[in-house]
């Protein structure tokens, strides 16, 4: 059985709907990528005093940080190389270094308006853009979904076609829900894994709540966590960017909705 989830209403209001057949093609335009600098640079907030070691516990839910991904000299570009770019199938090109796609002990993650999520191991493959904003995540990972927190180990565009579509800014920050998405057996390690954009997470700033049915946690780490104590069923999730008082911090992704997964 594949994962059934609620995407928030404004994930959907940052793209405009398209009258015109997904074959005509339209002029666009490519947001630049994230920024280089200090204040934008996605931070993995696990150092010589945050250790792996981080876990939190509530209601017999356990979820423990797990090991970052020991990758060095990695780097990842993605081009679409369809001419013009229009809605519909387009042509991509996924250039790596540092990892052997070919093992199939990594792979890509595309994962496009914080909703659509593909998972790709060749160089050539396609994407599927819609008329209006196409907000793109791509991120370096391994077989089990663990996103790598690095810096060239991922990229983030907004590839927008067609007129008059809501303003994006890729430059605020950005929650990308990437884990849990499958359905499990009941001896399967569960992961909660997000991508975290032109921020980072702190006791006393940025914050993520992370909803596991009724139970709610507080993270303010950010790593990949296993999830475990939960029964066989139907579980739901729900995964929120919130300030230091706790308020939801506007962004058409920082809240992923309730999404549901389920342990057979």
């Known amino acids: 059985m594949k994962i059934k989830y609620v995407v928030p209403l404004l994930v959907f209001l940052i793209s405009c709907s398209c009258q015109n057949s997904p074959t005509d093609q339209k002029e666009i335009k490519l947001e630049e990528k994230a920024k280089v600098q200090d204040t934008l640079v996605p931070k993995l907030v696990l150092d010589e005093e945050l250790k792996p070691s981080y876990s939190l516990e509530k209601n017999g839910i356990v979820l423990k940080a797990i090991e970052e991904m020991v990758l060095t000299d990695v780097s990842l570009d993605l081009k679409i190389t369809n001419d013009p770019i229009k809605p519909g199938v387009n042509s991509i090109s996924i250039d790596v270094e540092g990892v052997d796609l070919a093992s199939k002990e990594y792979g890509i993650q595309i ?124 579980h739901k999730v729900r995964i929120e960017l919130i300030d230091r008082e706790g308020n939801y911090v506007m962004g058409p992704f920082n809240d992923s909705g309730e999404r549901e997964f389920q342990i057979q």
């Open 111 to 234: 994962i496009q308006n914080n909703g659509t999520y593909a998972s790709y191991h060749q160089e050539i493959n396609t994407i599927d853009l819609i008329e209006g904003n196409n907000v793109i995540l791509a991120v370096l990972s391994n077989k089990e979904g663990q996103s790598l927190k690095k810096q060239k180990a991922f990229l983030f565009q907004n590839i927008e076609i067609g007129e008059e579509n809501v303003p994006f800014d890729i430059a605020a920050p950005h929650l990308i829900y990437n884990q849990p998405r499958e359905t499990y057996s009941l001896n399967d390690r569960i992961l909660v894994d997000f991508y975290l954009i032109n921020t980072q997470l702190s006791e006393d700033g940025m914050k993520v709540k992370l909803s596991i049915d009724e139970t709610e946690f507080i993270i303010t780490q950010w790593n990949t966590f296993t999830l475990e104590g939960l029964e066989q069923g139907v």
